[in-house]
C-alpha cells in the first residue's frame, strides 16, 4: 500500500523530481484535510495526481536500486533519536545477508570485523559524530561464509538546533576488487625496485670489474700514452659505475643527486690519477635531482673536463684548484668546472676532433644544452645549461 504521509519528506528525493512530488502530494492532502465536500472531479484529480506520484517515487526507487547494484553501494541509516537503523536491500548482500533473514544493527555490523577493526571504526565513526566531521574508513570484514571483504564506507550526520546529533545517512561499497588489485600491484612493483635495485649492483660491480682489469693492464705497460688511455678508460667506467653505485645504495631509482654523484667522482680522479701536483677540490652545488637519462651525461661530462684540467691545466705550477658548480633555478640547471691553471692554449679549438672534446660535444646534445669555454692567464671555465626534464612548457 502506498503511504500517503511517507511523502512528507519529500525534501530527501533527487532534484526537482522530488519537489515536485512533494508538491503534488502537499496539494492533495491540503484538499483532503480541508473538511470541505469534494466533487467527483476534484477527487478524480486528487487520485490521479497520487498515482502520478506514486509513478515517480517508484522510478526513483528504481534508479536508486539500480545505482546501487551498479556501483556495489549500500545505503544506510541510523536515527539517533529513535535508535533505528536502516539498511538497504544491497547493503545486505554486501554484507552477506538476506533482507529477511537478519536484523540490521550497529553491533552486528561491527561483529562482522576483527576486535582491533572493531575499536578503529567505532572510534573512528565516534570521533566524527561527536566533532561533526564526515565519516569515511576502509576496513576489512568476515562475511557468514568466511569470505574476507573490504568495505569503504563515508557518512556525514545532521544536528539539531542544539547540536545533538539526531540523523546520520551514509554509504558503504565493496571495494574488494579495488584493494586486492592494489596490493597486487604494490606486490609487483616492489618485486620489480628488488630486481631493478640488483641490476644496478650488478652493473655497478661489473663495471668496476672492468675498470680494475684496466688498471692491471696499465700497471704492465710501460708505454705512457698507453697508460694515459687506460686510466682515463678506467675513469669514465667508474664514473657510470658510481651512479649505478648512488642509485642502488638510495634505493630511489628515478632520480640521482647529482652535486653529490660528481663530487664524489672529482675526488675519486684526483686520487686516481695520482698526479704528482697538489689538486684542491672546491664544490659548491645545490640539491638537484635528475634522472638517469640526464645525470649520465653530466657526469661523463664533468669526467673528461675534470681529467683534462689535471693533465694540462696546471703546467709548471706546483699545485691548483679545480671548482665544480652546480644550480638550479625554475628548473634550469647551470654546471660550471673551473680550474685556476695556466688557460686554454692559443690554438684551442672546442670543435677539433678529439675523444675528450667529441664526447662533451655528443653528451651536451643528448642534454639539449647550451655550453661554451672561456679561458684566461687565470684559468679555464666550462658552463652549460639545460632543462631538467619533466618540466611543462
Same mark, same amino acid.
Request: glycine share 4%.
Given at each position: 500500500m502506498f503511504d500517503i504521509k511517507a511523502l512528507g519528506t519529500g525534501r530527501n528525493f533527487l532534484g526537482k523530481v522530488g519537489v515536485g512530488i512533494k508538491e503534488k502530494v502537499g496539494q492533495a492532502i491540503q484538499a483532503l484535510e480541508s473538511g470541505v465536500q469534494l466533487s467527483e472531479e476534484t477527487t478524480r484529480s486528487i487520485v490521479d495526481t497520487l498515482k502520478q506520484s506514486e509513478q515517480e517515487v517508484t522510478k526513483i526507487r528504481r534508479w536508486m536500486q539500480s545505482a546501487e547494484l551498479l556501483a556495489d553501494i549500500g +545505503?544506510?541509516? +541510523?536515527?539517533?533519536?529513535?535508535?533505528?537503523?536502516?539498511?538497504?536491500?544491497?547493503?545486505y548482500? +554486501?554484507?552477506?545477508?538476506e533482507p529477511e533473514q537478519h536484523e540490521p544493527s550497529y553491533k552486528s555490523y561491527l561483529r562482522q570485523m576483527s576486535p582491533q577493526e572493531q575499536e578503529r571504526v567505532h572510534l573512528n565513526f565516534i570521533d566524527s559524530l561527536y566533532n561533526k566531521n564526515s565519516f569515511e574508513i576502509t576496513y576489512r570484514i568476515k562475511l557468514p561464509n568466511n569470505q574476507i571483504k573490504y568495505v569503504e564506507a563515508r557518512a556525514i550526520h545532521f544536528y539539531n538546533d542544539v547540536g545533538e546529533p539526531f540523523f546520520t545517512i551514509g554509504t558503504s561499497q565493496d571495494v574488494t576488487d579495488w584493494i586486492l588489485d592494489k596490493q597486487r600491484l604494490e606486490k609487483s612493483l616492489e618485486e620489480n625496485q628488488t630486481l631493478l635495485g640488483e641490476i644496478h649492483h650488478r652493473v655497478k660491480n661489473n663495471l668496476a670489474v672492468v675498470a680494475g682489469l684496466l688498471q692491471l693492464q696499465w700497471l704492465k705497460e710501460d708505454d705512457p700514452e698507453l697508460v694515459k688511455t687506460l686510466k682515463e678508460g678506467a675513469n669514465r667506467m667508474r664514473a657510470v659505475a658510481g651512479i649505478h653505485k648512488q642509485l642502488y645504495e638510495s634505493g630511489d631509482y628515478s632520480s640521482v643527486a647529482l652535486g653529490e654523484n660528481i663530487t664524489k667522482l672529482v675526488t675519486d680522479i684526483v686520487s686516481t690519477m695520482m698526479s704528482e701536483k697538489e689538486i684542491n677540490i672546491k664544490s659548491n652545488c645545490d640539491r638537484v635531482y635528475l634522472n638517469i637519462k640526464q645525470t649520465m651525461p653530466c657526469t661523463l661530462i664533468v669526467n673528461e673536463l675534470v681529467t683534462n684540467s689535471i693533465k694540462y691545466a696546471f703546467e709548471g705550477k706546483a699545485k691548483g684548484t679545480i671548482t665544480v658548480d652546480l644550480t638550479m633555478s625554475d628548473d634550469l640547471v647551470r654546471l660550471e668546472v673551473s680550474d685556476n691553471g695556466v688557460g686554454l692554449p692559443d690554438d684551442f679549438d672546442s670543435e677539433r676532433e678529439s675523444l675528450g672534446m667529441n664526447l662533451i660535444k655528443t653528451l651536451t646534445n643528448q642534454l639539449n644544452a647550451e655550453y661554451n669555454f672561456r679561458s684566461s692567464e687565470k684559468g679555464?671555465?666550462?658552463?652549460?645549461?639545460?632543462?631538467?626534464?619533466g618540466r611543462e612548457e
Open positions: +545505503i544506510w541509516e +541510523i536515527d539517533h533519536q529513535k535508535d533505528e537503523i536502516f539498511w538497504s536491500d544491497q547493503m548482500r +554486501i554484507l552477506g545477508y679555464t671555465t666550462f658552463s652549460m645549461q639545460f632543462l631538467k626534464e
